[in-house]
Nanobody, 117 residues
Framework: DVQLVESGGGLAPSGGSLRLSCRASGFPFSTRGMSWVRQAPGKGLEWLSDIVPDSRRTWYADSVKGRATISRDNSNNVLYLQLNNLKTEDTARYYC??????????RGQGTQVTVSS
């Protein structure tokens, strides 16, 4: 079975940093595009970033551009999101996604990030 397990969330101060991880299993990780999305309380899912299988191309939403870095370790099947200069509006549950917008899309259970002012 496909499994995506996020970790690294928690409570962080405004201006701080967090590194989220997503450990993948059950599929050929190195061949799939991966993404991060988030959902703030009372809001819909917000796309944050995509990365192609070989890491040569990445994309970012305006809301995190310049503050976020997506990366992956294909040897260990792990996806990362480094988020710097945290803002209170970054408070949300963060999910990693396999094959975003495709019929084979799978999303993990998420990790909660809370940014204090």
């Amino acid at each position: 079975d496909v499994q995506l397990v996020e970790s690294g969330g928690g409570l962080a101060p405004s201006g701080g940093s967090l590194r989220l991880s997503c450990r993948a299993s059950g599929f050929p990780f190195s061949t799939r595009g991966m993404s991060w999305v988030r959902q703030a309380p009372g809001k819909g899912l917000e796309w944050l970033s995509d990365i192609v299988p070989d890491s040569r191309r990445t994309w970012y939403a305006d809301s995190v551009k310049g503050r976020a870095t997506i990366s992956r370790d294909n040897s260990n099947n792990v996806l990362y999101l480094q988020l710097n200069n945290l803002k209170t509006e970054d408070t949300a549950r963060y999910y990693c996604v396999k094959d975003r917008l495709m019929s084979t899309e799978v999303r993990g259970q998420g990790t909660q990030v809370t940014v204090s002012s």
